[in-house]
C-alpha cells in the first residue's frame, strides 16, 4: 500500500483527544468465495474526514459496516473509540452505535414512519419527552433545509430529499463519528452538489470524523477543496492551490487498500491504478 | 433472469437443509430468551395484536363455521346410517375444540400473518432499514420479532376459542336448517361431550402454533436476500414451512397429550 501519512502509526500513551476514532488492523472479510477486503488497515483522527474512494463493487460498503460492527471481519482487529469490535457481542455493540451516525446509499428510511419518526427515531426509542423531540427534529431539519418535511412520509420525498432526511437522522444525537455510504448515488450533479455542500457544512461547523464513501471524484475533489461559509451560508471555494488539511484520501482495490493520504499526494501517486482512477 | 433452472445436488440441498434448520434454531433460541427480557416494546406488541388478531378475526370466523358446518353434514350422513344421528354435536364439538379449531386457525394465521411477516421484514432487509435499526443502536430482533412473537401467541388462543365457538355453531345451524333436527338436542351435547381435557388440548395447541408462525415469518424475513425476488422467495417459503410444521407438531402434541390424559 502506498502510505502517504503515517495514520495508523502507534503513538506513546496517546492523550483521550488525539487517540484514534476508529482503527482497523489486518481487516479481512470473505462471503463464500475469495476475500473481498484483505489486510486493512488505516485510522481516522478526532476531526478527521476521510474520503474512501473505489470502483464500484470493490468492498467500499463493507469496509463502512465494519467500522460501526454491522458486519464482522473474518480476521484482525478493529477499535471503535477505543474499544475493539471484531468480536464484541452485538447486544455490547448496540449502545456504542448510538454514539455514530450513519447515511444509507439508498437512505433508508423507515418508510411506515413519518419524517418526523425518521429522524428522532433514536430519541423516541430513548423515551425522551415529545416537545423536545419536536425541537430537535425541527432544528436537524433545519440544518439539512428541509423543515417544510416534518409531517411528510418518506414515499412523498424524492430521492435527494430521502439523503438529506437520511442526514438529519445520522446527525441528531451529535454523533462522535459520522459514516456516509454513497451519499450522492444515482443523484442528478445539482443534488449531488447540494448533498456535499451539507456535508462540507456539516464537517466545518460541528467537526464531527468522519469517513465518506464514495467512487465520484469530482464529490470527492469538491469535498477537499471547499469549506463552508457560515456568514453566506453557503460553501465557498477555497483560495487556488489551498485543500482542507483534515480531509484525506483512502482507495481500495480488489480487496487492498492501495492509498492513504492528502490529494496533493494522491494526485502525485504513480500506482497504476491510481493514476487510472484519476484519468 | 437465467433461460434455464439450475439444478441442484443432493448433497448441497441436504447441506442447505441442515444450515436452515441450524440457523432457524439458534434465531428461535434468541427470540425465545428475548420474551423474558427487558426492553419489551408493549406499543408494539398492540399494534401487532391488531393486525393479527382483529385483522385475522373474520377469515378465521367464516373458515370455522364453514367447516363446522361441513363437519355436521359429512357426520350426520354417516351417523344416520347407525341411528346415532343425535350425537353430531359431540361429534363436531370434539373434533373442532380437540383438533380443528386450532389447526385450522393456525394455517389461516399462517397463510395471513406469517407471509406478511416475512415481506415486511423481507423489504426491510433489502432496503437496508435492518442495518439502519441496528446502527441506530435498536436490536431488530426485539424490537420487531419479539412483539410479533407474543402477539402471535396470544392472539392466535383467543382465534382458536372464536373459531371453536363458530365451528360449533355452524354445525348447530346445519343439524337445524338442513337436516331438521333438534337444536337444543344437538347444542346440549355438545356442552355435555366436552371434559377438561378436550379443552386443555384445544387450547395447548395455539400456544406452540402462535409461536411456529411468528418465528417461522420472521425467520425467513429477516434471512431474505436477492432484492423483490428474494423477498417473495422468503413469503412462500414462511407460509410453506409454517403450515407443515403446525401439522406435524399438532401431530406430536396430540400423541403427548393422548398419552397424558389417558
New interface residues.
Partial sequence: MENATDHSAPQSAPAASTAPVVAFSGVSIAFDGPPVLDEISFSVAPGETRVLLGPAGVGKSVLLKLVNGLLRPDQGSIQLFGHEIARTPEEWLLPLRTRTGMVFQEGALFDSLSVRDNVAYQLIQERVPDEIIDRRVRKALRFVELEETFALFPSSLSGGMRRRVAIARALIRQPELLLYDSPTGGLDPVTSTTIIELIVKERDVYKTPSILVTHRLQDAFTLCTHRFDAAQNCMVPLPQGQTDPQTTFLMLNEGRMIFDGSLHQLLRSQDPFVREFLE | MTPTMAIKSPENTAKQLVLTVQDYSLFAWRAMGNLFRPPLYWTDFLQQSDIIGVGSASIVLLSGFFTGGVLALQSAATLAQFGAIAMTGRFVSLTMIRELGAVLTGVMVSGRNASSMASELGSMVV???I?????????PMRKLVTPRIYACIAMLFFLTIVADAFGILGGGAVQVFLNHQNGTQYFSMAWESLRFPDIVQGLVKPIFFGYIIASIGCFYGMRTSGGTQGVGRSTIQAVVTSSVLIIFVDFLLTRLMLALFA
Avoid: S
Avoid at chain 2, 442495518?131 to 436490536?139: C, N, P, T, W
Fill in positions: 432496503t437496508e432499514q442495518d439502519a435499526m441496528r446502527a441506530l443502536g435498536v436490536d
